[in-house]
């Protein structure tokens, strides 16, 4: 069992920037495929961004590109989401996901159900 806990969300002005963290408790973290969700009120969760480590490849949804950053730091079981140039749309509870299967992560990296363990999500809200 992994245990995922977020980190870094808060309330923000539009154009700004805030840093995501997710500490994971899994020893052999690098053998996980990470991944960025997020769920605006009133919608379903959609995909944010992935970082597959056999490949090293990031992924990345259309709406985030050029704006967020996913990357990863194993000595330390955490992976981050830079998000900069904030806008209200951005608005959302951001969740952490991972799963150890990363051959079979990587042909869909940012489907949720490729996913098997989450996290408890972080508050993002952007102020106009």
């Known amino acids: 069992q992994v245990q995922l806990v977020e980190s870094g969300g808060g309330l923000v002005q539009a154009g700004g920037s805030l840093r995501l963290s997710c500490a994971a408790s899994a020893r052999r973290f690098s053998s996980y495929a990470m991944g960025w969700f997020r769920q605006a009120p009133g919608k379903e969760r959609e995909p944010v961004a992935a970082?597959?480590?056999?490949?090293?490849?990031?992924y990345y949804a259309d709406s985030v590109k050029g704006r967020f950053t996913i990357s990863r730091d194993n000595a330390k079981r955490t992976v981050y989401l830079q998000i900069n140039s904030l806008k209200p749309d951005d608005t959302a509870v951001y969740y952490c996901a991972a799963d150890q299967d990363q051959p079979l992560v990587v042909l869909h990296p940012l489907s949720e159900s490729q996913y098997d363990y989450w996290g408890q999500g972080t508050q993002v809200t952007v102020s106009s």
């Open positions: 970082i597959i480590w056999n490949n090293g490849n990031t």
